[in-house]
């Protein structure tokens, strides 16, 4: 079955660490997104990519950083600069034009 | 810039009942229009989609949406709500002449009272 895969469901942070959250998708689409998601909120895109080796920032970029060396995957890193990083976090890819972004299940990361 | 109003926190029926989920949307073009439901602990899922054409637009388990330009509204509905429809649900816009970008809302809870 085609889909999206994100790892790990629970990730804990320490304090001054930097973590990355995974995400993997074979559904042969060229556009990738993260979102962050707080209660009442709504999602906010953190970083998006439209094609392999580029990305831009979306609305919430500072403290993240993210990679795209293929097209199937989209890591997403936290940094110690992001002094907030409890949320759950969702990725999600799709075609371009006028098609639905398809969902992973999330990584919820806390702070320990 | 888009944007989308999603303007009742949480929205309570009655089993049985019709639903309705309010949105409304900005763009500075003409827009595409999308509605996800999200359950706890998961990710989204896409129940529907307005491009172009009929104003009426049926999606998955039943629901469908009326795209109104006059208003700016794309509010989602089903005639008969169930307990399995309690989740959260959320509307999305893009610019057609933009790039993939969606504005999401923040998000309606939807509680079907069995």
């Known amino acids: 079955d085609g889909g999206i895969t994100q790892s790990p469901k629970y990730l804990f942070r320490k304090e001054g660490q930097n973590v990355t959250l995974s995400c993997e998708q074979n559904l042969n689409h060229d556009a990738m997104y993260w979102y962050r998601q707080d209660p009442g909120q709504g999602l906010r895109l953190i970083y998006y990519?439209?094609?392999?080796?580029?990305?831009q920032k979306g609305d919430i970029a500072e403290g993240y950083s993210v990679s795209r060396e293929k097209k199937e995957s989209f890591p997403l890193t936290v940094t110690s600069a992001q002094k907030n990083p409890t949320a759950f976090y969702l990725c999600?890819?799709?075609?371009?034009?006028?098609?639905?972004?398809?969902f992973g299940d999330g990584t919820r990361l806390s702070i320990l | 810039a888009q944007s989308v109003a999603q303007p009742e926190d949480q929205v309570n029926v009655a089993e049985g009942n019709p639903l309705t989920v309010k949105c409304t949307y900005s763009v500075s073009g003409n827009p595409y229009l999308f509605w996800y439901v999200q359950y706890p602990n998961r990710g989204l899922q896409f129940l529907l989609k307005?491009?172009?054409?009929?104003?009426l637009v049926k999606g998955s388990y039943g629901f469908e949406a009326e795209f109104n330009k006059s208003q700016t509204s794309f509010h989602l509905k089903k005639p008969s709500a169930l307990v399995s429809d309690s989740a959260l649900y959320f509307c999305?816009?893009?610019?057609?002449?933009?790039?993939?970008?969606?504005?999401f809302g923040k998000g309606n809870q939807v509680v079907v009272i069995p």
């Open positions: 999600a890819s799709s075609k371009t034009g006028a098609q639905p972004q398809h």
């Open positions: 307005y491009i172009t054409g009929d104003n």
């Open positions: 990519s439209q094609i392999v080796n580029d990305f």
């Open positions: 999305a816009v893009r610019d057609i002449g933009g790039n993939n970008r969606l504005a």
